[in-house]
């Protein structure tokens, strides 16, 4: 009889070590697909302008000691073609810029949410409908310090530990990924058009190729960021090979 209940009460033990493991696992296994599946630092808790935040104010209003630049380490080799941007974009409209609404980071890097109102659709091969307007998300933008730091990865510990933590709402942070900060659309002059090569990736519209996809017009014509001019295309006369 002893034997037996010995023999019970490990295998008791064993069943409840079983479903303890077994509900650790399912506990940490669930924060985990939480987290892969909004992988962005809350964006919708990140608001940075109270004040209408924009590169061109923080440079304008503050002190270059009080402002940190972030290196923008995406590059591509090779300007894509303006014929590669038009096949490979999901949406293209032209458009005026409208507003930032939010930046927020995602893997270290600044993001900022952008709407823009349409002018022309040029191109829609999605379910989004932007004839009234597009919001997408593109990388680069400005925060306080301190919203940049929140749960930011990216940032070693020993990063601005020479800055007291009750002293960091007086700086700021900015990247910027197009040259001569070219997308500081509040700064531009106002109803200033733009052609959008817009594309999903992991179910976020972005611009194709960076700053790449976002290219300012001019008497009919499209900027090139290699060149530094403006060039001709059939693009805009939405008469491009499909």
Do not use: C
Not at 16 to 24: G, P
Not at 143 to 160: G, H, P, Q, S
Not at 201 to 224: A, F, Q, T, W
Request: no cysteine.
């Amino acid at each position: 009889m002893k034997n037996k209940k010995s023999i019970i009460i490990i295998i008791s033990l064993i069943t409840l070590i079983a479903l303890v493991a077994l509900l650790v696992y399912f506990i940490f296994y669930s924060k985990t697909l939480d987290h892969s599946m909004v992988p962005d630092t809350s964006a919708e808790s990140l608001e940075n302008s109270p004040d209408n935040l924009t590169i061109s104010k923080v440079l304008k209003e503050n002190d270059k000691d009080n402002i940190f630049y972030v290196s923008s380490e995406y590059s591509l080799g090779v300007e894509p073609t303006l014929d590669y941007l038009y096949k490979s974009s999901d949406i293209i409209i032209i458009g005026t810029f409208e507003n930032d609404s939010i930046s927020y980071v995602s893997e270290g890097t600044i993001r900022t949410k952008t709407t823009f109102n349409t002018i022309q659709v040029l191109k829609n091969e999605s379910n989004t409908d932007v004839n009234g307007s597009v919001t997408f998300e593109r990388l680069g933008g400005v925060m306080l310090l301190d919203d940049f730091l929140k749960d930011n990865i990216a940032v070693r510990e020993d990063e601005f530990t020479n800055i007291d933590k009750t002293a960091r709402a007086n700086y700021y942070v900015f990247q910027e990924f197009a040259p001569n900060n070219q997308l500081d659309f509040a700064s531009m002059e106002e109803n200033k058009e733009y052609l959008l090569f817009l594309s999903y990736s992991n179910g976020v519209l972005m611009p194709n190729s960076v700053h790449y996809g976002i290219r300012e017009i001019s008497n009919n014509k499209v900027y090139d960021y290699d060149k530094a001019t403006y060039i001709n295309s059939n693009i805009i006369k939405n008469d491009v090979e499909q």
